[in-house]
């Protein structure tokens, strides 16, 4: 059987590129000060008052008084979902893809259902501070692990970037600093979905109708997707790779 081969898109124009770096960057630094027990840290603080220049952009100030966990948590799916949303647009036409050596493939099957359920969440988490930005939702109280191990995550999207604008991308040195940063990251996002769906499933159990938000029904189906079907197989992938770079280096 012949081997199939991957269907690269165009390298993205570098101002883009260089807004999709920054994009994913910031939305996963803003993630690591979501992380319920670095919130309330002087470095959580200290990372949700530092200029970042989309938040610059965004609010035409150098610095901000934080908000809530919702608030700040809107504040960065909505910065995802941007992300993701272009970055899907340009894959289809006219077929420029920003990260190196990354398929087409990758684009449908990953930041397609990616943007969709950005917008679900961002959906969400506005209605909650529309409400009570304060009070954080039994939905939120379960998911704040995987929402933000799964912003931290955009870090390797945010290399794959950085190798494109590299003079020399698939060096030992490069290609292994991915796979890691697949195997801990991708990793570490299916074990908190794992973790924070048997939490959600007994809160369902528990609670009336009326207490769920529309958007879970997109929310929770492409989490388990990501969490049982894709994300398992890139870290396997990751593995995979990183095993033969490291069998090569010692031969």
Known sequence: MAKKHKRYGELTPWPLRWFALIGYLEYSIRGIS??????????????????????????????????????????????FMIVYVIESIICVYPGWISMHKVSMGHMYEHHFPGAVMGAAIWWNLKKTVENNPEELPDFWQICQWPFAVGLISGLCEAFFVYRSFSKEPDTIGKRLTQR????????????????????????????????????????????????????????????????????????
């Open 34 to 79: 979501l992380i319920p027990t670095i919130w309330d840290t002087s470095f959580g603080r200290f990372l949700r008052t530092c200029p970042l220049p989309l938040k610059m952009l965004s609010k035409g100030e150098i610095t901000s008084i934080p908000g809530s966990w919702c608030e700040e948590a809107e504040q960065a799916i909505n910065l």
């Open 180 to 251: 890691i940063l697949g195997i801990v990251l991708v990793g570490a996002m299916v074990v908190a979905i794992h973790f924070a769906f048997w939490e959600y499933f007994g809160w369902t159990c528990r609670v009336r109708l009326a207490d769920h938000h529309i958007g879970e029904c997109i929310i929770v189906p492409v989490c388990l997707y990501l969490a049982l079907v894709l994300h398992p197989s890139y870290v396997k992938g990751h593995m995979r790779r990183a095993y033969s770079l490291l069998k090569k280096e010692a031969q």
